[in-house]
């Protein structure tokens, strides 16, 4: 078969690393791609959001099948755009992918369904907002309700900070038409989980669970990104946790979405907290999360593409899928100044010699320039280090970034910490 996959990050790097493992994949391209991604795929310099040429591009070269990786895209319908054109793609249509596109769609689906998530109001007035905030509690979360790159949301722990996220959300605009409407729910406190699955209508088939970094400093300090590291499995997190979380959460889901005539097909993501009260919904995403399926792909024994064919065909409850015991540890390299601002184009050395080491590294935020390798974003490489439980994995994986170097680089140095004590 002759793939196309949709995005240029860390998390279609994976998927295409993944794909191409298959004995039925005879050629993959991927759009626009990055450095990394090359080494495996040819590359088109397309926009995710150019969808009459990536239609264009599917029928000229001939796509058997399109995997999209990233939320924008499909939150504006490429996959009823496809389906329009016959094209054969995988992936939740806009209707579903709203679960992700709307902050408030979902956390109003949740309440209908009493799906557990955290209390929470919705605003669309500033001042109403502004109001209704000075009356909560500290910690409290600010949630632009559209996507905004992972940045969107600010855990508050004073009213000054709270104030001043929903000021830029509602007033500067930071997130553009995002932050016009806004949800502010109570800080849940404790353990998170992601928990991805391929969903088909009803049909769910969980993956095995990660746990992800999203604070840009050690020690949960500092500003959201879109996630600095990543692990599975979750040694440390009862399994009647992750099996709660998966019947009493993913599944009413989607049966939730079937009910309202947007039944999902495609991955669904569950950001999950674990609290004294029960495990609750944080947030759903309605594609493969990243970083997280930097350490979940390479733990997949079954063939990627027999699952995505079954889900397309209407058989993903008759395919058994099987993982490995292995343990993944993901750190990533970030630019100088991420979350905020960065430069680019910075040359990037020690690939080959953390390859060396046995590491999986996916570019993130590469491109190619005067022969060298060089960064083009904020993540610019995930580096996984795998191994027999998370602490051999882990040493891996800084034993690889130690390997690596571009200028202003930064790694957090405790991910997956928490999973040895």
């Known amino acids: ?20 493992k298959s004995d039925k994949v005879s050629k993959i391209f991927c759009a626009p791609g990055n450095a990394g991604i090359a080494e495996l795929a040819e590359c088109a310099p397309i926009p995710v959001n150019r969808f009459d040429d990536l239609i264009q591009f ?35 249509r806009k209707n579903a992918a709203e679960i992700e596109g709307s902050k ?3 956390k109003n689906l949740l309440k209908k369904y009493n799906v557990p998530t955290a209390k929470y109001e919705t605003f669309t007035d500033y001042e109403t907002a502004l109001t ?22 600010t855990v508050a722990f004073s009213m000054e900070e709270a104030e001043e ?11 553009g038409e995002s932050g016009g409407r806004v949800v502010i729910e109570e800080f849940l406190e404790g353990q998170e989980m992601s928990i991805l699955a391929f969903v088909d209508g009803e049909t769910v088939r969980a993956m095995v669970p990660a746990q992800d970094h999203k604070q840009v400093f050690d020690n949960d300090k500092g500003p959201n990104t879109g996630g600095m590291g ?13 099996e709660d979380a998966i019947e009493n959460i993913i599944k009413p889901t989607a049966r939730a979405m079937v009910s309202e005539g947007r039944p999902f097909r495609g991955v669904l993501f569950a950001g999950l907290m674990m609290t004294k009260s029960g495990v609750k919904t944080i947030e759903f995403n309605a594609r493969m ?24 065909n209407g058989r993903l409850d008759q395919l058994q899928i099987e993982w490995s015991d292995e343990a993944a540890v993901c750190v990533i390299a970030a630019s100088e100044g991420y979350p905020a601002p960065y430069p680019k184009g910075r040359v990037i050395t020690g690939l080959e010699a953390a390859r060396a080491q046995g590491a999986l590294v996916f570019h993130a935020g590469t491109a190619l320039a005067d022969g060298n390798i060089v960064t083009n974003g904020g993540r610019v490489l995930g580096i996984v280090g795998r191994g027999r439980d998370i602490a051999e994995a882990r040493a891996k994986a800084y034993e690889a970034v130690s390997a690596i170097h571009f200028e202003g680089m930064h790694s957090r140095t405790d991910i997956a910490a928490k999973a040895l004590r």
């Open 165 to 175: 996220a929903l000021q830029g959300m509602m007033v500067g605009k930071v997130f």
């Open 230 to 242: 990543t692990y599975s499995p979750l040694p440390h997190i009862d399994p009647a946790l992750v």
């Open 1 to 20: 078969m002759r793939i196309l996959v949709i995005g240029s990050g860390g998390r279609e790097h994976a998927i295409v690393w993944a794909l191409n």
């Open 289 to 312: 999360g990243d970083p997280e399926t930097q350490v979940v792909l390479p733990r997949l024994k079954t063939d990627l593409l027999d699952i995505i064919l079954a889900s397309m």
């Open 58 to 92: 599917s029928c000229d070269n001939e796509i058997d099948l399109v995997v999209v990786g990233p939320d924008d895209p499909l939150a504006d319908g490429i996959v009823d755009a496809f389906e329009e054109r016959n094209v054969p793609i995988y992936g939740p």
């Open 104 to 106: 408030i769609f979902m």
């Open 132 to 153: 209704y905030l000075r009356q909560q509690e500290i910690p409290v979360v600010v949630k632009a309700d559209g996507l905004a790159a992972g940045k969107g949301v």
